[in-house]
């Protein structure tokens, strides 16, 4: 298929950059959102992309965007959402933190907390708050993925099912439309299971671009969890859960 020269730049940057909101596009190619719509419709038809709320990526359910372009995506909604979800936490709270760009971000906005219990599965909130002296920072054992210090696997599992703790902050790869929870790694996804049934009160952290992203395994349901922070209003079916499920939502803006 041979595709206009517009859609080709659309397509690298996609490659080169990983998820891209419509706004980006907007100012790259100084075109209308109408515009970008109708382009990345055509692209999502040839196969090429996959369109969620707000923006796009290339096509897969298969294997995540590469951990470098993660940590530049959606910075300032990250930072955002990092802030709400710190101030939620009370000191002397005990907590996990899981695998996620965003949950990295939380940690950092964790550090002028007093007393903190922690316990991940994350090598770089490890790094980032062990240098705190009053925090109890625990570090789960098993499997180190290479591609972006996240620890895996049963005996991760096994680990983190010791413990029960106040809270649980938690990242994501997609959210479908009928509310499943999604990642890529089955390993990782029965690490967040076994967080998910160990903590008294679970904080969601998600950017707009989560919504009706698609990863082919299922972590959970948006119903098991109690406060959704995230950047923007998720679509009208994952409120009607939001509702139904009584879950606290935040929406943060810059």
Known sequence: MKLAPRLQAMLKHLKEQGYTSIDTFVDKFSV?????????NQLEAAGLIQRF???????SNTVNTEYSSR???????KETIAKKVAQMIPDGASLFINIGTTTEVVAQHLRDH????IVTNNIHVAAN????????????????????????GEATSDFIKQFQMD?????????????????????????????????NTIILVADHSKFGRRAMVKQGELAQIDVLVTDAQPPASLQSII???DIELHVVSP
């Open 71 to 77: 940590l530049s995506q959606n910075q300032t909604a």
């Open 167 to 199: 809270f649980a902050i938690i990242g994501i790869s997609g959210i479908s439309e009928e509310g499943a929870l999604l990642d890529f790694d089955f390993k990782e996804v029965k690490v967040s299971q076994a967080i998910l049934d160990n903590a």
């Open 114 to 117: 007093k007393h903190l219990q």
């Open 129 to 152: 708050l062990a240098g705190k002296e009053d925090f109890s920072v625990i570090i789960a054992g098993g499997e180190v993925r290479h591609s972006d210090g996240g620890i895996i």
């Open 243 to 245: 509702k139904e499920h």
């Open 32 to 40: 209308t959102p109408q515009t970008v719509r109708r382009d990345l």
């Open 53 to 59: 709320h707000g923006g796009a990526e290339l096509q």
